[in-house]
């Protein structure tokens, strides 16, 4: 072994290579512990994610339009005395549209 300190990683921010360099051995192999234990659980989520958008999209109204995404609700909206449905979805703060067709075909 070396009498100088590892290298840290390039990418880890300055403030935690500060804070794990005035850790005692212990807290750092609490840490080590820690971080391993937090890796593996966010590496289960990205999964379990990844799965629940593959059953959405697998989910897909057949009449669904390429650019709605799947999570898009139909609504009527009533114009000029005619209702028409309404592909609805949000995007961020935005609630996007896009028409789908009568809600009476013969209109």
Do not use: C, F
Not at 1 to 10: F, G, N, Q
Not at 43 to 69: C, F, G, K, T
């Amino acid at each position: 072994m070396s009498d100088e300190p590892p290298t840290p990683p390039a990418n880890l921010p300055t403030e935690l290579v500060t804070t794990l360099n005035e850790s005692n051995p212990e807290q750092l192999r609490d840490v080590a512990t820690y971080a391993e234990a937090l890796a593996e659980h966010k590496q289960r989520e990205a999964r379990l994610e990844e799965s629940a958008d593959q059953d959405a999209v697998e989910e897909r109204p057949d009449d669904l339009p390429d650019d709605v995404p799947a999570k898009a609700t139909i609504t009527i909206k009533e114009i000029n005395d005619n209702r028409y449905y309404y592909w609805q979805w949000r995007e961020g703060e935005k609630i996007r549209s896009e028409y789908k067709g009568p809600v009476n075909p013969d209109e």
